[in-house]
């Protein structure tokens, strides 16, 4: 099992950016699609982005298309999610998670511990 590190969450206006880091431990972090999941106040866990092992393809949910993107760069084990073109309904307390079955948008095992992002008005 990989464990996982957020990073990089914060406050922020509206129409600003963050970048989100995912630090993985093991050496089989190039083996694990990635996703990045959000959980706001009294909502469901929900997929926001996924990308497969190589970084060569990547999967959104409608509601970030245009303004998210993932990437990863596996010498660092690191995953990666840009965020532009904040809206008040991106606050969430984002999870990185490894194992991602992307096509179903379904998270696997792996879990880091959340890190909160706030979008004001």
């Known amino acids: 099992q990989v464990q996982l590190v957020e990073s990089g969450g914060g406050l922020v206006q509206a129409g600003g950016s963050l970048r989100l880091s995912c630090a993985a431990s093991g050496r089989t972090f190039s083996s694990y699609a990635m996703g990045w999941f959000r959980q706001a106040p009294g909502k469901e866990r929900e997929f926001v982005a996924g990308?497969?092992?190589?970084?060569?393809?990547?999967y959104y949910a409608d509601s970030v298309k245009g303004r998210f993107t993932i990437s990863r760069d596996n010498a660092k084990n690191t995953v990666y999610l840009q965020m532009n073109s904040l809206k008040p309904e991106d606050t969430a307390v984002y999870y990185c998670?490894?194992?991602?079955?992307?096509?179903?948008?379904?998270?696997?095992?792996?879990w880091g511990q959340g890190i909160q992002v706030t979008v004001s008005s």
């Open positions: 990308i497969n092992w190589s970084g060569g393809s990547t």
């Open positions: 998670n490894a194992g991602t079955v992307l096509l179903l948008s379904r998270p696997g095992g792996s």
